[in-house]
Antibody
């Protein structure tokens, strides 16, 4: 059974940093692109970043470029999102998702809440 | 960047109703479109990909159509478990934007 479990969310002050993790199991992690998607409270979904199987390609939404870094450790079956210079508008539930061979997000974690507030 | 719009934003319907949601792209995206269902407090669930291909395990009352700039998601006979918010997403080029969502509520 495919499982994605996010962790690392919490309350952080504006300008602070946080590192999210996503533990994957039930599939060959190193064979899939992976993604982070976020959802602000009461709002819609926003794609944040994608990373290729070997980490050689990374893509970001403009609003997080230069502040967020997506990475992965295939030996640990884990996906990460390093978030720096956090802003109030980064407050959201962050989901990790597996990207299937057709490019679609076929499995999602339960999400982890990041709150940026003083 | 490619923008997606959805209509309607909100839909009130009854069980066994036929429901259609439209997603329009600001430029042609071929068939690189997916549909997701999200229930409150839960992660999104992939329903349709490549505009019209049903994801494994998704009931056949869900169907998708369209290409280019206009797409539709149809639920042929709405069931109680289908009351949720539905999002389209394009995968034509980065950034992979989502539509604003359509909330389907009980009439």
């Amino acid at each position: 059974e495919v499982q994605l479990v996010e962790s690392g969310g919490g309350l952080v002050q504006p300008g602070g940093s946080l590192r999210l993790s996503c533990a994957a199991s039930g599939f060959t992690f190193s064979s899939y692109w992976m993604s982070w998607v976020r959802q602000a409270p009461g709002k819609g979904l926003e794609w944040v970043a994608n990373i290729k199987q070997d980490g050689s390609e990374k893509y970001y939404v403009d609003s997080v470029k230069g502040r967020f870094t997506i990475s992965r450790d295939n030996a640990k079956n884990s996906l990460y999102l390093q978030m720096n210079s956090l802003r109030a508008e980064d407050t959201a539930v962050y989901y990790c998702a597996r990207v299937n061979v057709a490019g679609n997000f076929d499995y999602w974690g339960q999400g982890t809440l990041v709150t940026v507030s003083s | 960047d490619i923008q997606l719009t959805q209509s309607p934003s909100f839909l009130s319907a009854s069980v066994r109703d036929r429901v259609t949601i439209t997603c329009r792209a600001s430029q042609g995206i071929s068939s690189y479109l997916a549909w997701y269902q999200q229930k409150p407090g839960k992660a999104p669930k992939l329903l349709i990909y490549a505009a019209s291909t049903l994801q494994s395990g998704v009931p056949s009352r869900f169907s998708g159509s369209g290409s280019g700039t206009e797409f539709t998601l149809t639920i042929s006979s709405l069931q109680p478990e289908d009351f949720a918010t539905y999002y389209c997403q394009h995968l034509n080029s980065y950034p992979f934007t989502f539509g604003p969502g359509t909330k389907v509520d009980i009439k």
